[in-house]
């Protein structure tokens, strides 16, 4: 596609469902990194993938977060038991190049799932 | 642990005004810094900064680095009310995949 899309734009749920939320990368795109924004702060890291392996997940706040990327381009950020405090705008990257390659690169961001936890 | 730090946290200026943001950074393995602009959507990146001293220019936005003092700064001049916007920088570490992000200066351009 023309962009990194994500899906559901918008997502309400209650305290304690679980949430599945899409992201579609760049076609072609070797990494796609998840984030986490809360109102008035920059985003946060979660997680991110080369290909279909997670690399690092190092900045998922706990256990009932979990990311997946199956076949190395559509990724599934999922939370189980939410919170209200994981309500925020939720969103994903997807860069050209493998991290581990010399040069920089430069990440391309979804327009994000906004999650309320009520 | 990778920290970056942005500043002011918001200003309000003046159609016509030229503006200075700043952003301070410590990283391990530095690879390189990046401007981000952020209206009501994504961020839409504008800058990516690698060596010192090389100043990167876009019509009114330039922007350069100083890895002596860890820091980066991105200017507006003749500033519009479209520039207003939530400005975001954002370091990668080499090898780590990962950028850290500022938390953003809140530019509002009055007409």
């Known amino acids: 596609g023309a962009g990194v899309s994500q899906s559901p734009r918008y997502k309400v749920t209650k305290r304690g469902q679980d949430v599945a939320l899409r992201c579609d990368p760049i076609?072609?795109?070797?990494?796609l990194y998840w984030y986490r924004q809360a109102l008035g702060q920059g985003p946060e890291f979660l997680t991110y993938?080369?290909?279909?392996?997670?690399?690092?997940k190092s900045g998922l706040p706990n256990d009932r977060f979990s990311a997946e990327r199956p076949e190395g381009s559509i990724s599934t950020l999922t939370i189980q038991r939410t919170e209200q405090r994981d309500s925020a705008m939720y969103r994903c990257?997807?860069?050209?190049?493998?991290?581990?390659?010399?040069?920089?690169?430069?990440?391309?961001f979804g327009p994000g799932t906004r999650l309320t936890v009520l | 642990e990778d920290k970056v730090v942005q500043s002011p946290l918001s200003l309000v200026v003046h159609e016509g005004d030229t503006v200075t943001l700043n952003c301070s950074y410590e990283?391990?393995?530095?690879?390189?810094l990046l401007w981000y602009k952020q209206e009501k959507k994504a961020p839409t990146f504008l800058f990516m900064l690698t060596s010192s001293g090389i100043e990167k220019k876009s019509g009114r936005l330039s922007s350069i680095l100083d890895k002596k003092e860890l820091s980066s700064i991105l200017n507006i001049t003749a500033t519009q009310t479209g520039d207003s916007a939530i400005y975001l920088c954002a370091v990668e570490a080499t090898n780590a995949g990962k950028s850290t992000f500022g938390d953003g200066t809140t530019l509002t351009v009055k007409p």
């Open positions: 993938f080369n290909y279909e392996a997670q690399q690092d």
């Open positions: 990283v391990t393995n530095f690879r390189s």
């Open positions: 076609s072609g795109h070797v990494s």
């Open positions: 990257a997807s860069s050209a190049k493998h991290p581990g390659l010399a040069g920089p690169d430069t990440q391309y």
